[in-house]
Each structure stands twice: as structure tokens, then as C-alpha cells.
């Protein structure tokens, strides 16, 4: 048996020896002094000792590893990337023809969310300039995932709409009475066609006039169109198709609010919702029960092709968006500190509070859209998802710093808008690379700390939003398919309507 008094007892021994000699008053009132000294230090270093036991009882006395990210200079986190000069152009050239008055008539039947729409609309646009037809202004999808039954006008100012395009295309809110039950030519227009694709079309006016569009998204094709035509899409997209009067307010409203706040800020487009996860099968971290929550979800949508799914083939490929957790880890990881407030631009998140939680113990300032207006100011928009949706767009138009979880059409419209305006900062994530680092973490190969910060920073250090020509299509793909792979025009309107202050 160990005995833990030993040292006490050597220590009196040995001040016993020492008082036992013959020593001088000063030697010993220095000694007692020394004694005296040590003894409170020691009462002080033991009740320290007790006090933090007392307020953390279940603290282990072997270290804790905490996350050790770097420290990043504010620039770095929140100024924009250069610009090098570029701006917006979207005036027609002088070859550019000017709109002619039409007696025949494209009428179109929009699909898909909000932005899906707003694409979809302006493609349109420029169909109905090629086929010198008069648009009508466009249904809006009634019938997809949001069911929402706002009309044009509820989520766009239709005046405006007319009156900045009536240099480019004729457009009248419907079609003239005497035409409403006359026979159409119902058309599902070939996605990502050229030019030449619709003057061939233009062959049914001989016994048409009017043209039906069942569908409106990725009507053009991405590259390889007249500079003119494509100019003519970013002047629909980027001027014309402005929000309505409400939504415009409301949306300045939110956005001087969190000025206010914080004067800077993030807006998180958190794509983890419901409708997303199950279109792309991605069911790491949730439970058995969401998970054929989902999978029943997407056998029942008709007009979703791919039914069976491959969960953990979709995350390894980069496929699935991030989950809160991952935003967060990944936020920290880039510099961004706990006090960063973040604008979370999304419908319900999937899991609700329980999932956002795990962001939120990164970073306690996270704020919704119902945080900043009254129930009041969203009476109004509380049962029309789109107009809703357009709630957030603007909010991540203003942001200091964009970053959406997932490459959605929301994130695809609101990253080239931000190109469009000046190159604003938008970090996108990647995704492929970003898992295998997340995973690491899970298994160990991987700590959050300095080295950890620096391979995400590095990682990313490319994808902040600076100015480059739009992708082509993937190597090694042929035919049709090749322009599926293609970066979004409306992703990346450069060079076309992004030039330097120099060109004509």
C-alpha cells in the first residue's frame, strides 16, 4: 500500500533537524516567513482547484478537444472578390431589330418553384422576340410540390414587366376576346434548343395563331445563342421581372433590420427541407422513419423519373445538400466566429428545431424571416410559398455573404444575380470534397482544429464568387446530354451580359 503522507512526514523530520541546531532570530523569522508563504499559496492553488470542480462536476480532468479554427482578418471573410473592372451590359447592339406588332400569340404555362419560373419566364421572352410573337403574360404553376395559387401579378409588378420589355417583345395580360376559343398548337418546346430550333417552329403560324407552351424551364439553350438574345434574357431576368410592390417593401424591411443588427450579414440558403431531400434520396442522419417518410414520398410524385435511390452513392458524389451540422462545421471551418449573424433563407427545415439545433450551437444568432417582420407584414404571404420564397431572394441579393447548402435553382438564379451585380460574395460549397472531410471528422482521420480550417480554406479559396467564363459541358458527354451538364446561363450571365468598362 502506497502511503500518501510520506512526504508530510520527510518535510517535518527535516524541519525538526533543522530547529534542533542552533540557529540565528533572523535565519528563523525568514524560514517561518517562507513556511508561512508557501502555505497559502498552496490553500490558494487547492481552492481553486475545488471551486472549478464545483461548477463543472462532470468535467474530465483529461484535456478536451475543442475546435481550433483559424483566425481570419474581416476582409478576408467579408469583402467581395475583385471585380476587375466588369459591369453590367445588357443594351442591344446595333444590329439589335426592335419589337414588331403581332397578331399571333404565345400563350405559356410556367412550371416549378419561383425561380424555376422567373428562368423560365424570361427564356420566353426571347422565344417570343425570335418568333415575332406577342407574349401573353405567363401562367404560374399552380400544381407543383408548394401549391401555391398566386397569379402573375401577386408575385411580380406586371406594369413594369410591360413597359421595360415594349422595346423587345409586345406583351398584353391576355389574349384578345374574339381569339380566347380558337384552336391552339399545343407545343412542349425541345429543351436547350438554338435560334434555329425556333425559326423552324415558326412553320406553325401557317396554321396556327396562337402557340400554346406546356412548359417553360430550359427552353434555350445555355451557349452558342446571338449576343442580342442572350442580353435580351438578362434585361427580362434582371429588369424586367421585378417583385410586386409588397414584396419589394417587405423585403427592404428585412433587410434594414438585420443592418441594424449587426450591420453585416450572411444569408444561408438552407436547402435541407423536405420535397429536396427526397427528390435526391439523401437520407444520411435521419432516422429509419424519415427515411421511408421520404422514399414513399418520392414513389408517389408521378413526375419525379428516378424512384429507387442509392443514399450514400448520392453523398459521396457530392449529390445530397448539406446538412445543418455540415453548414456549420464548414462556416467555422472558413473563419466565419459564433457571432456571425446569419440569415436562414429556406421553407421548413426537415427535422425541424431538433435538426436546426445542431447549426445553431455553432452559431447562436441564426434568424428566419418570421424573427425580423411582425405576423402581420407576413399575414400575406404565410399561405403562397413563391411569394414567400421571393421574401428570401431579396434578402440574399443584399447579403454581404451568400451560401446556399445545395446548387438548386434558387442558388443557381441568386449566384448570378450576384455576378450580374458586382460580383458580391458567394461562397459555394464543395460538396464531393466536403464529405470526405466530414467523414474523416466522424472517423477520427480528421480534428476540427488549424489544419483542418486551412484544407477547407483552400478548398474554397476559388468558389467565392470572383469573375470567370461559364462552364461547358462535362468531358468525355455526347449529344443531347452534353447540354444538361452545362453551367446555367442564368448561373453565370458572363461573358454576355458582364463586360469590361472598355467594351462596346
Known sequence: MVNHRGPSLMRIASTSKFLSRKQSPRTIALYVVFLFTFSIFVFVFNAG??????HNPNVSHESQPQPQFLQIADE????????H??????????????????NRYLTVKSNGGLNQMRTGISDMVAVAHIMNATLVIPQLDKRSFWQDSSVFSDIFDELHFIKTLQGDVKIVRELPKQLELVPRARKHFTSWSSIGYYKEMMQLWNNHRIIHVVKSDSRLA??????DIQRLRCR??????????????????????LRMQSGRYIALHLRYEKDMLAFTGCTYGLTDAE?????????????????????????????????????????????YPPSTLIYVASGEIYGGDARLSELRSCFPNLVFKEKLATKEELKAFAQHPSQSAALDYIVSIESDVFVPSYSGNMAR??????????????????????VRLF????????????????LVRQMHKNRQGAPRKRKGASPGIKGKERFRTEESFYENPYPECICSSKAV
Open 49 to 54: 482547484n475545488i471551486v472549478e470542480d464545483q
Open 76 to 83: 478576408e471573410l467579408w469583402d467581395a472578390p475583385s471585380g
Open 85 to 102: 473592372g466588369l459591369r453590367p451590359c445588357v443594351k442591344p447592339t446595333s444590329r439589335y431589330k426592335a419589337a414588331q406588332g403581332s
Open 222 to 227: 445555355n451557349n452558342d445563342l446571338p449576343l
Open 236 to 257: 427580362a431576368l434582371y429588369h424586367a421581372l421585378r417583385f410586386s410592390p409588397p414584396i419589394e417593401s417587405l423585403g427592404k424591411k428585412l433587410v434594414d433590420h
Open 291 to 335: 427515411s421511408e417518410e421520404l422514399r414513399i414520398m418520392r414513389e408517389n410524385t408521378k413526375h419525379w423519373k428516378v424512384k429507387d435511390i442509392n443514399s450514400t452513392e448520392q453523398r459521396i458524389g457530392g449529390f445530397c445538400p448539406l446538412t445543418p451540422k455540415e453548414m456549420g462545421i464548414f462556416l467555422q471551418a472558413i473563419g
Open 413 to 434: 438564379a441568386v449566384e448570378g444575380h450576384r455576378r450580374f451585380l458586382g460580383h458580391r460574395k458567394t461562397i459555394t460549397p464543395d460538396r464531393k470534397g466536403l
Open 439 to 454: 467523414d474523416e471528422l466522424e472517423n477520427g482521420q480528421q480534428r476540427e482544429t488549424s489544419s483542418f480550417s486551412d
